[in-house]
Structures are given as structure tokens and as C-alpha cells.
T-cell receptor, first 116, second 112 residues
Framework: NAGVTQTPKFRVLKTGQSMTLLCAQD?????MYWYRQDPGMGLRLIHY???????AKGEVPDGYNVSRLKKQNFLLGLESAAPSQTSVYFC???????????????FGPGTRLTVL | LAKTTQPISMDSYEGQEVNITCSHN???????ITWYQQFPSQGPRFIIQ???TKVTNEVASLFIPADRKSSTLSLPRVSLSDTAVYYC?????????????FGSGTQLTVLP
């Protein structure tokens, strides 16, 4: 049981390039989230998904797109990277129907992205 | 979205008890309070969750007064390894989708 994994761990992009971050969870969780965390700041929600095939915007969705084609995977895409998107990206998942820890978020290790 | 307020930073010494208070004036009736811990270069991890009064687990206690407008995370006998950022978060008990808003958290520094 690996929990939540993220690929890649580090990436450097040039302005205008595109890339996709992959989040995978093996806990059969319904909900998945993408956050970004800038230095010295808390986490800000980018997009989230409440089930396979559904996504919704969070607090800071501009410049990002997401897809949830399979329940266990949640992809975050940057179509045209900008230096303002330099950040650490965290993925999380929850099981909202769990009796003991409903809505407790399980986080991945993060992806450190630098856009030059 | 429910908004929380926490101290930006706290210092403590090894072996002391640390209490971190979070205010959440507009918490919803169905919300629990969840606390997370984050070490540098890692994602946050769950510490403790409660609804009212007191909850205790192997690492912490959580005190929530009757009006539920605040909560206090208590860490007994902290060690250097407890140096981290701590976040409090109103959390819906189950079912509905919601946006979970992390504030800036409290940076706890444990000194030798």
C-alpha cells in the first residue's frame, strides 16, 4: 500500500513549455485534490475531483487543467508554464465515507516545479 | 469557506507542553476540526480530529470549547522532531464535496 504517489519529484521548465503532473492513490479514495504551496505559505487549492470523470475549480485554478479518467489517478496539466507557477505541488486524497477519518486528507510527497 | 486564524510562529523548549490555538469563528455546524503537521519538503499529515470537548490520541490532545469558535492543539513534552508547521482546518464530517482551505499555519520551533 503506497498511499499517494506523485510523479515527477522535481522538474525545471522554460516559460511556455507544457507538462503534466501525475498523482496516483491506491486507497480507493473518491476525492482527490491538487494544491500548490509557495515558500512560507499555506496550501492553496487548485482543482479537485469528487469522482472519476468529474473535476471542479478550487481557489487558484487559472493556468491549470486537470483530468480524472481513472479513479486512482488525478492529472494536473500546465499548458503554457509561467514563472509565477514555480511552486511545490501537492496531491491529496480522501475517503469522505469512511467512518473513522472521513475527509482526512492523505498527501503525496510533492513535486517541486521551477519555471525559468 | 470557513476561515481560521493561528499564530504565525511559536518557540518552545524540549520537554515542555505546547498549546497552539486556532480560531474559527464561522465554523459550520457539521464541521469537525482537523489538525495537520507538515515537515519541510513533505506533504501535511494528519495529527488529530475532533468535534467537541476533548480528544486524545498517542501524539496529541485536542480541546474544543462548547461554542466551537476555537480549538487548541496540545503537544505534551515536545522534542526537536516536533519542529514543523501546524495547520488547523474545519472539515466536513462526511459526504459532501467541499473546498478545504489551509491557512498559513503555525511554525513551531522546538529548541534544545
Amino acid at each position: 500500500n503506497a498511499g499517494v504517489t506523485q510523479t515527477p519529484k522535481f522538474r525545471v521548465l522554460k516559460t511556455g513549455q507544457s507538462m503534466t503532473l501525475l498523482c496516483a492513490q491506491d486507497m480507493n479514495h473518491e476525492y482527490m485534490y491538487w494544491y500548490r504551496q509557495d515558500p512560507g505559505m499555506g496550501l492553496r487549492l487548485i482543482h479537485y475531483s469528487v469522482g472519476e470523470g468529474t473535476t471542479a475549480k478550487g481557489e487558484v485554478p487559472d493556468g491549470y487543467n486537470v483530468s480524472r479518467l481513472k479513479k486512482q489517478n488525478f492529472l494536473l496539466g500546465l499548458e503554457s508554464a509561467a514563472p509565477s507557477q514555480t511552486s511545490v505541488y501537492f496531491c491529496a486524497s480522501t475517503n469522505p465515507y469512511a467512518l473513522a477519518d472521513a475527509d482526512t486528507q492523505y498527501f503525496g510527497p510533492g513535486t517541486r516545479l521551477t519555471v525559468l | 469557506l470557513a476561515k481560521t486564524t493561528q499564530p504565525i510562529s511559536m518557540d518552545s523548549y524540549e520537554g515542555q507542553e505546547v498549546n497552539i490555538t486556532c480560531s474559527h469563528n464561522n465554523i459550520a455546524t457539521n464541521d469537525y476540526i482537523t489538525w495537520y503537521q507538515q515537515f519541510p519538503s513533505q506533504g501535511p499529515r494528519f495529527i488529530i480530529q475532533g468535534y467537541k470537548t476533548k480528544v486524545t490520541n498517542e501524539v496529541a490532545s485536542l480541546f474544543i470549547p462548547a461554542d466551537r469558535k476555537s480549538s487548541t492543539l496540545s503537544l505534551p513534552r515536545v522534542s526537536l522532531s516536533d519542529t514543523a508547521v501546524y495547520y488547523c482546518l474545519p472539515t466536513l464530517s462526511s459526504g459532501s464535496a467541499r473546498q478545504l482551505t489551509f491557512g498559513s499555519g503555525t511554525q513551531l520551533t522546538v529548541l534544545p
